[in-house]
Protein backbone atom coordinates (compact mmCIF):
# COMPACT_ATOMS: atom_id res chain seq x y z
CA UNK A 1 0.00 0.00 0.00
CA UNK A 2 2.84 2.33 0.86
CA UNK A 3 6.46 2.46 -0.78
CA UNK A 4 8.98 2.85 1.43
CA UNK A 5 11.21 6.23 1.02
CA UNK A 6 14.40 6.84 1.29
CA UNK A 7 15.18 10.56 1.49
CA UNK A 8 19.05 12.15 1.82
CA UNK A 9 18.94 15.57 3.42
CA UNK A 10 22.08 17.57 2.60
CA UNK A 11 21.55 20.50 4.44
CA UNK A 12 24.48 22.77 3.49
CA UNK A 13 26.59 20.48 1.61
CA UNK A 14 28.00 19.39 -1.87
CA UNK A 15 27.74 21.97 -4.26
CA UNK A 16 27.09 21.37 -8.29
CA UNK A 17 30.52 19.64 -8.55
CA UNK A 18 30.80 17.62 -5.21
CA UNK A 19 27.01 16.66 -6.37
CA UNK A 20 27.41 15.44 -9.84
CA UNK A 21 30.70 13.41 -8.80
CA UNK A 22 28.13 11.87 -5.65
CA UNK A 23 25.54 10.76 -8.59
CA UNK A 24 28.24 9.41 -10.32
CA UNK A 25 29.57 6.81 -8.01
CA UNK A 26 26.08 6.42 -6.09
CA UNK A 27 24.36 5.02 -9.22
CA UNK A 28 27.49 2.82 -10.17
CA UNK A 29 26.84 1.47 -7.09
CA UNK A 30 23.00 1.48 -6.54
CA UNK A 31 20.54 -0.86 -8.94
CA UNK A 32 17.16 0.27 -9.91
CA UNK A 33 15.10 -0.64 -6.97
CA UNK A 34 11.62 -0.77 -8.00
CA UNK A 35 9.99 -1.77 -4.25
CA UNK A 36 11.31 1.50 -3.00
CA UNK A 37 11.37 5.34 -3.55
CA UNK A 38 14.83 7.21 -3.46
CA UNK A 39 14.90 10.82 -2.89
CA UNK A 40 17.97 13.43 -3.03
CA UNK A 41 17.63 16.99 -1.47
CA UNK A 42 20.29 19.04 -2.38
CA UNK A 43 20.90 22.67 -1.71
CA UNK A 44 18.70 24.91 -4.01
CA UNK A 45 22.03 25.36 -6.32
CA UNK A 46 22.77 22.21 -6.92
CA UNK A 47 19.46 20.72 -7.63
CA UNK A 48 19.78 21.02 -11.70
CA UNK A 49 22.97 19.15 -11.63
CA UNK A 50 21.88 16.37 -9.43
CA UNK A 51 18.91 15.88 -12.10
CA UNK A 52 20.81 15.77 -14.41
CA UNK A 53 23.03 13.61 -13.27
CA UNK A 54 20.48 11.35 -12.55
CA UNK A 55 18.46 12.00 -15.66
CA UNK A 56 18.89 8.13 -16.63
CA UNK A 57 17.60 7.14 -13.68
CA UNK A 58 13.95 7.75 -13.51
CA UNK A 59 14.11 5.97 -9.86
CA UNK A 60 15.81 8.86 -8.18
CA UNK A 61 13.92 12.25 -7.59
CA UNK A 62 14.92 15.11 -6.58
CA UNK A 63 13.71 18.32 -3.99
CA UNK A 64 14.26 21.00 -2.31
CA UNK A 65 15.01 21.69 1.03
CA UNK A 66 12.40 24.77 1.28
CA UNK A 67 10.65 27.04 -0.59
CA UNK A 68 9.38 30.16 0.06
CA UNK A 69 5.83 30.51 1.97
CA UNK A 70 4.52 33.11 -0.69
CA UNK A 71 4.76 32.21 -4.76
CA UNK A 72 6.61 35.45 -6.13
CA UNK A 73 7.66 38.74 -4.81
CA UNK A 74 10.27 40.85 -3.34
CA UNK A 75 12.10 38.42 -0.97
CA UNK A 76 15.62 38.54 -1.83
CA UNK A 77 16.91 34.95 -1.59
CA UNK A 78 14.70 33.16 -1.70
CA UNK A 79 13.11 30.38 -3.93
CA UNK A 80 9.77 29.70 -4.95
CA UNK A 81 7.50 26.55 -5.82
CA UNK A 82 7.64 27.08 -9.44
CA UNK A 83 11.03 27.65 -9.54
CA UNK A 84 11.84 24.25 -7.79
CA UNK A 85 9.30 22.45 -10.19
CA UNK A 86 10.77 23.98 -12.98
CA UNK A 87 14.38 23.20 -12.00
CA UNK A 88 13.06 19.46 -12.27
CA UNK A 89 12.04 18.77 -8.16
CA UNK A 90 9.37 17.07 -7.39
CA UNK A 91 9.34 17.09 -3.40
CA UNK A 92 10.35 19.25 -1.12
CA UNK A 93 10.90 19.40 3.02
CA UNK A 94 8.63 21.58 5.08
CA UNK A 95 9.16 22.09 8.66
CA UNK A 96 12.39 20.91 8.88
CA UNK A 97 13.45 20.98 12.35
CA UNK A 98 16.16 23.48 11.41
CA UNK A 99 13.78 25.31 9.50
CA UNK A 100 11.44 25.89 12.41
CA UNK A 101 14.79 26.31 15.31
CA UNK A 102 17.15 27.68 13.31
CA UNK A 103 15.39 29.97 11.08
CA UNK A 104 11.97 30.72 13.08
CA UNK A 105 9.38 29.41 11.01
CA UNK A 106 6.10 28.90 12.52
CA UNK A 107 3.70 26.07 12.16
CA UNK A 108 1.42 28.63 9.90
CA UNK A 109 4.29 28.95 7.27
CA UNK A 110 4.37 25.31 7.15
CA UNK A 111 0.69 24.91 6.50
CA UNK A 112 1.17 27.56 3.83
CA UNK A 113 3.99 26.32 2.04
CA UNK A 114 2.51 22.73 2.48
CA UNK A 115 -0.46 24.55 0.19
CA UNK A 116 1.94 25.87 -1.98
CA UNK A 117 3.71 22.99 -2.70
CA UNK A 118 0.24 20.20 -3.66
CA UNK A 119 -0.97 23.74 -6.11
CA UNK A 120 2.74 23.30 -7.80
CA UNK A 121 2.71 19.58 -8.47
CA UNK A 122 5.56 19.29 -5.57
CA UNK A 123 5.04 16.37 -2.63
CA UNK A 124 5.67 17.76 0.38
CA UNK A 125 7.34 15.84 2.65
CA UNK A 126 6.23 17.37 6.11
CA UNK A 127 8.12 17.41 8.99
CA UNK A 128 7.25 17.49 12.75
CA UNK A 129 8.86 16.79 15.88
CA UNK A 130 9.58 17.51 19.89
CA UNK A 131 12.72 19.18 21.40
CA UNK A 132 14.24 17.54 24.11
CA UNK A 133 12.17 20.06 26.68
CA UNK A 134 9.23 18.85 25.03
CA UNK A 135 10.05 15.29 25.29
CA UNK A 136 10.85 15.65 28.84
CA UNK A 137 7.37 17.44 29.99
CA UNK A 138 5.63 14.50 28.29
CA UNK A 139 4.38 17.15 25.31
CA UNK A 140 5.03 15.09 22.04
CA UNK A 141 1.92 14.18 21.44
CA UNK A 142 0.70 17.31 21.75
CA UNK A 143 3.67 18.79 19.79
CA UNK A 144 3.66 16.61 16.97
CA UNK A 145 0.02 16.86 16.62
CA UNK A 146 -0.40 20.47 16.61
CA UNK A 147 2.06 20.58 13.85
CA UNK A 148 0.86 18.14 11.99
CA UNK A 149 -2.89 19.44 12.25
CA UNK A 150 -1.16 23.13 11.24
CA UNK A 151 0.94 21.45 8.23
CA UNK A 152 -2.24 19.94 6.60
CA UNK A 153 -4.57 22.75 7.22
CA UNK A 154 -5.14 24.06 3.76
CA UNK A 155 -5.33 20.68 1.97
CA UNK A 156 -8.29 18.19 0.97
CA UNK A 157 -8.77 15.03 1.95
CA UNK A 158 -7.62 13.35 -1.18
CA UNK A 159 -4.72 15.65 -1.04
CA UNK A 160 -3.27 15.32 2.17
CA UNK A 161 -3.16 11.10 1.06
CA UNK A 162 -0.87 12.37 -1.07
CA UNK A 163 1.67 14.16 0.82
CA UNK A 164 4.94 12.36 2.71
CA UNK A 165 5.27 12.83 6.34
CA UNK A 166 8.96 12.67 8.56
CA UNK A 167 9.05 12.35 12.73
CA UNK A 168 12.37 13.70 13.17
CA UNK A 169 12.67 14.39 17.23
CA UNK A 170 14.71 17.04 17.49
CA UNK A 171 17.25 15.98 20.21
CA UNK A 172 17.83 12.79 17.66
CA UNK A 173 18.78 14.91 14.79
CA UNK A 174 22.62 15.15 14.09
CA UNK A 175 23.16 14.41 17.31
CA UNK A 176 24.48 10.87 17.32
CA UNK A 177 21.36 9.98 19.55
CA UNK A 178 18.90 7.97 17.99
CA UNK A 179 15.10 7.15 18.67
CA UNK A 180 14.81 3.32 19.45
CA UNK A 181 12.59 1.84 16.68
CA UNK A 182 10.19 1.04 19.66
CA UNK A 183 9.79 5.02 20.30
CA UNK A 184 9.86 5.89 16.28
CA UNK A 185 6.70 3.51 15.74
CA UNK A 186 4.92 4.41 18.88
CA UNK A 187 5.15 8.17 17.72
CA UNK A 188 4.34 6.99 14.03
CA UNK A 189 1.28 5.25 15.24
CA UNK A 190 -0.14 8.25 17.14
CA UNK A 191 0.09 10.51 13.60
CA UNK A 192 -1.25 7.22 11.82
CA UNK A 193 -4.30 7.58 13.86
CA UNK A 194 -4.41 11.35 13.89
CA UNK A 195 -4.40 10.53 9.78
CA UNK A 196 -7.10 8.28 10.29
CA UNK A 197 -9.18 10.58 12.22
CA UNK A 198 -9.01 13.15 9.50
CA UNK A 199 -8.86 11.12 6.13
CA UNK A 200 -10.43 8.03 7.41
CA UNK A 201 -8.91 4.85 5.03
CA UNK A 202 -7.18 6.73 2.78
CA UNK A 203 -4.44 7.75 6.02
CA UNK A 204 -3.16 3.98 4.64
CA UNK A 205 -1.56 5.68 1.52
CA UNK A 206 0.69 7.97 3.82
CA UNK A 207 3.98 6.96 4.15
CA UNK A 208 5.81 8.30 7.72
CA UNK A 209 9.28 8.14 7.27
CA UNK A 210 12.08 8.35 10.59
CA UNK A 211 14.89 10.96 10.72
CA UNK A 212 17.27 11.72 14.01
CA UNK A 213 20.78 9.71 13.35
CA UNK A 214 19.65 7.21 11.01
CA UNK A 215 22.95 5.18 10.26
CA UNK A 216 23.60 1.79 8.35
CA UNK A 217 24.22 0.10 11.54
CA UNK A 218 20.79 1.21 12.54
CA UNK A 219 18.75 1.48 9.24
CA UNK A 220 16.93 -1.71 9.04
CA UNK A 221 15.94 -1.89 12.67
CA UNK A 222 13.91 0.96 12.26
CA UNK A 223 12.69 -0.14 8.62
CA UNK A 224 11.59 -3.19 10.49
CA UNK A 225 9.59 -1.31 12.79
CA UNK A 226 5.95 -0.87 12.59
CA UNK A 227 4.28 2.22 10.97
CA UNK A 228 8.51 3.04 9.71
CA UNK A 229 7.85 3.53 6.32
CA UNK A 230 11.16 5.18 5.11
CA UNK A 231 13.95 7.06 6.33
CA UNK A 232 14.88 10.89 6.37
CA UNK A 233 18.56 11.31 6.23
CA UNK A 234 21.27 14.03 7.07
CA UNK A 235 24.93 13.05 8.07
CA UNK A 236 24.97 9.44 6.63
CA UNK A 237 23.60 10.26 3.44
CA UNK A 238 26.55 12.57 2.85
CA UNK A 239 28.95 10.14 1.74
CA UNK A 240 27.67 8.30 -1.72
CA UNK A 241 29.01 4.71 -0.49
CA UNK A 242 27.37 4.79 2.60
CA UNK A 243 24.09 6.39 1.37
CA UNK A 244 23.71 3.66 -1.38
CA UNK A 245 24.21 0.90 1.19
CA UNK A 246 21.53 2.34 3.26
CA UNK A 247 18.98 2.67 0.19
CA UNK A 248 19.58 -0.88 -0.38
CA UNK A 249 18.84 -2.04 3.06
CA UNK A 250 15.95 -4.92 3.62
CA UNK A 251 12.69 -3.46 4.15
CA UNK A 252 10.89 -6.62 5.05
CA UNK A 253 7.28 -6.19 3.30
C1 LIG B 1 17.90 15.54 8.92
O1 LIG B 1 18.60 16.47 8.53
O2 LIG B 1 16.72 15.50 8.57
C2 LIG B 1 18.48 14.53 9.79
C3 LIG B 1 17.71 13.58 10.24
O3 LIG B 1 19.84 14.65 10.06
P1 LIG B 1 20.78 13.50 10.72
O4 LIG B 1 20.47 12.23 9.99
O5 LIG B 1 22.15 14.00 10.51
O6 LIG B 1 20.38 13.40 12.17
Known amino acids: ?73 AFTGENSVAMARDAGARAVLVGHSERRHVFGESDEATGKKVRLAVDAHLVPMLCVGETLEEREADATEAVVLRQLTAGLSSLTDTEVASITLAYEPVWAIGTGRTATPQDASSIHAVLRAALRERIGDKAAHVPICYGGSVNRGNAESLLLSPDVDGLLVGGASLDADGWSAITRSAIGR
Not at 8 to 18: E, F, I, R, S, V
Not at 43 to 65: C, F, H, T, W
Request: hydrophobic share 45%; net charge positive; charged share 20%.
Open 1 to 73: MRTPVFAANWKLNHGPTDARAFLQRFISQTPRQSDRTLLFFPPALSVAAVVDAARDRPDLLVGVQNVHAESHG
